[in-house]
DNA sequence: CCTCACCTACCTGTAGATCGGTAGGTGACG
DNA sequence: CGTCACCTACCGATCTACAGGTAGGTGAGG
């Protein structure tokens, strides 16, 4: 099974080229730190994906397939389940640093990773419209529709985690989700 | 006026560097390509910044300057302030750009803008919490106190300003803001 | 004439990528 | 069943390109 070999070993190299990311940035990421990782040679790895580009576009993909497949846009989340997501993302700081590095650095002129941000935030926020339409109707407080609070949503969850990851104590990520749905339901109106 | 012009020197360095880090990230910077942009060889520019770090922090500090000269800490803003604030940065795509893609290189590793941002966030949380004292009291929509409030107005700026910066024309910034003000506001309730 | 503002020349390190190999396996065919 | 062609999975050496930083100037102005 020398397919199967090789299929396992570019799972590890995606797993490390994760963690360098996370650590450094796409930028800072050296080939040679990821294949150390995994116990290669720089050149051993380009034997896997030719560049770095192909290696970052492979991270991306994964990424994409673990959204989906976690039934993203199958049939949609439910708030409830966005509720339980930013829970499992407060254990896997590794993962979330990973990307939000990346979405920093993809603002940067030329960056390959602009368009796949770019086409995944207008499908995130599509997303996000359907759970809010599905929660609330067409009507939310503040006479706000799905389209307009979806990227409010996807802000609050975005901005909540660079808050976090600066300062982990400080923010209780969860909770300040939480709290925000709160805001969305509306509940207690004012003082 | 030896010293004047070195001043103006100075800034226009400063200047050049805003722009080369919205471009490429500071990683992605060069010294090379601030100076050619002002005029100087990379060696003419370490004259006035020594390293590539103190320009930075040059940087960041001037950063600190413009928000504190703006009255942010001095007084605090007030809500409608903010409002004004999210729509010049509408305007300013430039430095959103070199503080959003800063922001997101400061969460990797040992990054050498980390601990500002860290402190400086603190710092806009403990302002954001004053400012929606002011302007609410003690008790918000969905009963949150001012201080569960503020890592969510800070959120919903940060946030909101990655979605338009990949993709100005699907995200009305100003116009979303002023929905999350809305929503704080709790006005018209539901239905 | 001395200091400030720069430049030329240069060093060192490192990154991505290419080239040319080698070792081990696999499959076809006489 | 053996051997020859060929593939996969690598590694070592090396190229090219900068990048940041140092050392030592030069020239203009006060």
Redesign the interface.
């Known amino acids: 099974m020398v397919r199967a070999r090789s299929e396992e070993r570019r799972a590890d190299i995606l797993r490390a080229a994760l963690e360098v990311i996370?650590?450094?940035?796409y930028?800072?990421a050296t080939l040679g730190s990821v294949a150390e990782r995994v116990g290669l040679t720089q050149q051993g790895l380009l034997h896997y994906y030719p560049t770095k580009e192909a290696l970052l576009v492979a991270v991306l993909e994964e990424r994409d397939r673990w959204d989906t497949s976690g039934g993203r846009d199958r049939e949609g989340w439910r708030l409830d389940l966005l509720e339980s997501l930013v829970e499992y993302n407060a254990m896997r700081a590794g993962i979330v640093?990973t990307f939000?590095?990346?979405?920093?650095?993809?603002?940067?002129?030329g960056h390959p990773a602009?368009e796949f941000?770019?086409e995944r935030?207008?499908q995130v926020?599509a997303n996000m419209a359907d759970v809010l339409r599905l929660e609330?109707g067409e009507?939310?407080?503040?006479?706000?529709t799905p389209e307009?609070?979806a990227?409010?949503l996807?802000?609050?969850?975005?901005?909540?985690q660079?808050?976090w990851?600066?300062?982990p104590a400080?923010?209780d990520m969860p909770?300040?989700f939480r709290?925000?749905l709160?805001?969305?339901?509306?509940?207690?109106?004012?003082?």
């Open positions: 996370a650590e450094r940035g930028r800072g640093q939000s590095a990346l979405l920093g650095e993809s603002v940067t002129d602009r941000f770019t935030y207008a926020r609330f009507r939310l407080p503040g006479g706000l307009r609070a990227p409010l996807t802000a609050v969850m975005d901005g909540l660079y808050q990851l600066l300062d400080a923010v909770g300040a709290d925000f709160r805001l969305l339901h509306g509940s207690g109106g004012r003082g």
